[in-house]
Nanobody, 121 residues
């Protein structure tokens, strides 16, 4: 199993970025985005499940600004990030959601290498 995150970069506050996650190695039904800011622990950002109907979850800090979606290529997931804030600066990881509380980082496995998002004020 391999997850490849891409799309990070430097953006000014108020700007937008779209992150991509390409997953391979098996069939997936739920993928998520998590992040780790400098000096902080990893935290949940958003997850999408298509096991039955499509369901999404978001951290309160990004709700209304970020949108997670599934690409036409079935094992691709995107994170559209709008109205970015300096506090969104972090390394963003995509990972497989296994089971348990979706907001708990321990519920995820097969973390990719991460992509750095830097938001300047």
């Amino acid at each position: 199993v391999q997850l490849q995150a891409s799309g990070g970069g430097l953006v000014q506050a108020g700007g937008s970025l779209r992150l991509s996650c390409a997953a391979s190695g098996r069939t997936f039904s739920s993928l998520g985005w998590l992040r780790q800011a400098p000096g902080k622990e990893r935290e949940f950002v958003a997850t999408i499940s298509w096991r039955n109907d499509v369901t999404t979850w978001y951290a309160d800090t990004v709700k209304g600004r970020f949108t997670i979606s599934r690409g036409n290529a079935k094992n691709t997931v995107y994170l559209q990030m709008n109205s970015l804030k300096p506090e969104d600066t972090a390394v963003y990881y995509c990972a497989v959601y296994d089971s348990g509380a979706v907001y708990y980082t321990g519920s995820y496995s097969n973390w990719g290498q991460g992509t750095l998002v830097t938001v300047s004020s």
